[in-house]
Protein backbone atom coordinates (compact mmCIF):
# COMPACT_ATOMS: atom_id res chain seq x y z
CA UNK A 1 0.00 0.00 0.00
CA UNK A 2 1.48 3.58 -1.06
CA UNK A 3 0.60 6.41 0.94
CA UNK A 4 0.54 9.55 -0.21
CA UNK A 5 3.54 11.77 -0.42
CA UNK A 6 2.17 14.85 1.93
CA UNK A 7 2.40 12.02 4.39
CA UNK A 8 6.16 11.05 4.69
CA UNK A 9 8.40 13.53 6.78
CA UNK A 10 11.57 13.65 5.90
CA UNK A 11 13.90 13.11 9.15
CA UNK A 12 17.86 13.17 9.58
CA UNK A 13 19.49 10.22 10.94
CA UNK A 14 19.85 12.12 14.89
CA UNK A 15 16.85 14.59 15.96
CA UNK A 16 16.51 15.98 18.85
CA UNK A 17 12.49 15.09 20.12
CA UNK A 18 10.09 15.67 22.57
CA UNK A 19 8.06 13.03 25.27
CA UNK A 20 5.07 15.19 25.77
CA UNK A 21 3.62 12.67 27.92
CA UNK A 22 6.83 12.04 30.20
CA UNK A 23 6.90 16.01 30.24
CA UNK A 24 10.43 16.00 28.44
CA UNK A 25 10.97 18.77 25.90
CA UNK A 26 14.51 17.62 24.78
CA UNK A 27 15.92 14.31 24.26
CA UNK A 28 18.55 13.54 21.38
CA UNK A 29 17.37 10.65 19.38
CA UNK A 30 19.24 8.07 16.95
CA UNK A 31 16.74 6.96 14.30
CA UNK A 32 17.45 3.62 13.39
CA UNK A 33 15.75 1.56 10.51
CA UNK A 34 17.52 -1.85 11.75
CA UNK A 35 16.29 -1.40 14.97
CA UNK A 36 12.82 -2.62 15.33
CA UNK A 37 11.66 -1.37 18.45
CA UNK A 38 12.02 2.08 19.91
CA UNK A 39 14.01 2.62 23.20
CA UNK A 40 14.58 4.90 25.55
CA UNK A 41 17.04 5.63 28.90
CA UNK A 42 15.66 4.40 32.07
CA UNK A 43 16.64 3.26 35.53
CA UNK A 44 15.30 2.87 38.85
CA UNK A 45 12.23 0.82 36.87
CA UNK A 46 9.56 -1.11 39.38
CA UNK A 47 6.85 -2.58 38.12
CA UNK A 48 3.76 -1.86 40.32
CA UNK A 49 1.35 -4.55 40.91
CA UNK A 50 -1.87 -4.28 38.76
CA UNK A 51 -4.63 -2.60 39.95
CA UNK A 52 -8.78 -3.85 40.51
CA UNK A 53 -8.68 -4.05 36.74
CA UNK A 54 -5.74 -5.86 36.43
CA UNK A 55 -3.45 -3.59 34.87
CA UNK A 56 -0.02 -3.49 35.73
CA UNK A 57 2.00 0.02 35.78
CA UNK A 58 5.20 0.62 35.97
CA UNK A 59 7.56 3.86 37.29
CA UNK A 60 10.73 4.82 36.08
CA UNK A 61 13.37 7.75 36.20
CA UNK A 62 14.10 9.13 32.60
CA UNK A 63 17.31 11.20 32.34
CA UNK A 64 17.07 13.56 28.97
CA UNK A 65 20.77 14.06 29.15
CA UNK A 66 23.51 12.69 28.58
CA UNK A 67 26.56 12.83 31.93
CA UNK A 68 23.96 14.61 33.89
CA UNK A 69 21.13 14.18 36.03
CA UNK A 70 19.52 17.33 35.61
CA UNK A 71 15.95 18.10 34.55
CA UNK A 72 15.28 13.89 35.22
CA UNK A 73 11.68 12.92 35.47
CA UNK A 74 10.08 10.05 37.21
CA UNK A 75 7.14 8.35 34.44
CA UNK A 76 4.30 6.19 35.67
CA UNK A 77 2.51 4.10 32.90
CA UNK A 78 0.44 1.27 32.15
CA UNK A 79 2.66 -1.83 30.62
CA UNK A 80 2.09 -2.21 27.45
CA UNK A 81 4.25 -5.90 27.26
CA UNK A 82 7.77 -7.41 28.01
CA UNK A 83 9.62 -8.52 24.61
CA UNK A 84 12.44 -10.00 24.70
CA UNK A 85 14.73 -7.78 22.88
CA UNK A 86 18.32 -8.99 20.97
CA UNK A 87 20.74 -5.85 21.52
CA UNK A 88 23.23 -4.82 18.88
CA UNK A 89 25.94 -6.82 20.48
CA UNK A 90 23.75 -10.18 20.34
CA UNK A 91 22.92 -9.89 24.13
CA UNK A 92 19.20 -10.68 25.23
CA UNK A 93 17.43 -9.34 27.54
CA UNK A 94 13.25 -9.03 28.90
CA UNK A 95 12.10 -5.48 28.47
CA UNK A 96 9.00 -3.99 29.50
CA UNK A 97 7.31 -2.32 26.86
CA UNK A 98 5.55 1.16 27.54
CA UNK A 99 3.56 3.16 24.77
CA UNK A 100 4.84 7.13 24.69
CA UNK A 101 4.26 9.43 22.98
CA UNK A 102 6.90 11.03 20.51
CA UNK A 103 7.64 14.42 18.73
CA UNK A 104 9.36 14.49 15.90
CA UNK A 105 10.18 17.35 13.43
CA UNK A 106 6.08 18.83 14.68
CA UNK A 107 4.79 15.54 14.58
CA UNK A 108 3.55 13.55 17.11
CA UNK A 109 3.45 9.78 16.73
CA UNK A 110 2.45 6.56 19.80
CA UNK A 111 5.27 4.47 19.76
CA UNK A 112 6.01 1.18 21.47
CA UNK A 113 9.18 1.89 23.76
CA UNK A 114 11.04 -0.52 25.44
CA UNK A 115 12.44 0.55 28.44
CA UNK A 116 16.41 -0.01 29.31
CA UNK A 117 19.86 1.27 30.53
CA UNK A 118 21.62 3.43 27.83
CA UNK A 119 24.54 4.77 30.06
CA UNK A 120 26.81 3.07 27.83
CA UNK A 121 25.26 4.41 24.68
CA UNK A 122 25.80 7.32 22.61
CA UNK A 123 22.05 8.31 22.15
CA UNK A 124 19.50 8.46 25.70
CA UNK A 125 16.79 7.49 22.88
CA UNK A 126 16.66 4.99 19.77
CA UNK A 127 13.82 5.28 17.47
CA UNK A 128 13.19 2.44 15.40
CA UNK A 129 11.31 1.64 12.42
CA UNK A 130 7.80 0.58 13.85
CA UNK A 131 7.53 4.21 15.12
CA UNK A 132 9.58 5.63 11.63
CA UNK A 133 6.99 3.68 9.58
CA UNK A 134 4.20 5.72 10.55
CA UNK A 135 5.27 8.50 7.90
CA UNK A 136 9.00 8.85 8.40
CA UNK A 137 11.70 8.68 6.44
CA UNK A 138 15.06 8.96 7.36
CA UNK A 139 17.91 10.55 5.21
CA UNK A 140 20.98 9.03 6.58
CA UNK A 141 23.45 12.30 4.98
CA UNK A 142 21.23 14.54 6.99
CA UNK A 143 20.83 15.51 11.05
CA UNK A 144 19.28 17.58 13.02
CA UNK A 145 16.32 18.66 10.58
CA UNK A 146 13.89 19.47 12.91
CA UNK A 147 16.41 22.19 14.68
CA UNK A 148 18.63 21.62 17.75
CA UNK A 149 17.58 22.06 21.64
CA UNK A 150 18.40 25.55 22.50
CA UNK A 151 22.24 25.94 22.91
CA UNK A 152 22.01 27.30 26.67
CA UNK A 153 19.68 24.64 27.49
CA UNK A 154 22.37 22.10 26.02
CA UNK A 155 25.20 23.83 27.78
CA UNK A 156 23.24 23.88 30.93
CA UNK A 157 22.54 20.22 31.42
CA UNK A 158 25.34 18.73 29.32
CA UNK A 159 28.08 20.80 29.94
CA UNK A 160 29.18 20.74 26.74
CA UNK A 161 27.47 21.46 23.22
CA UNK A 162 27.39 18.77 20.32
Known sequence: MTEPAHS???AGWREWVGLPSAGVPWIKAKLDTGARSSSVHAY???TIAPDAEGIER???TLR???RSDADSVVVECPVHD???VRSSSGHTEERIVVLMDITLLGRTVTAEMTLSNRDSMGFRMLIGREAL???F???PRRSFLGGRAPKPVRRQNRGVAD
Do not use: N
Request: net charge positive; aromatic share 10%.
Open 82 to 84: RRT
Open 64 to 66: PWQ
Open 58 to 60: VRF
Open 133 to 135: RQG
Open 44 to 46: AIE
Open 137 to 139: VVD
Open 8 to 10: TTI
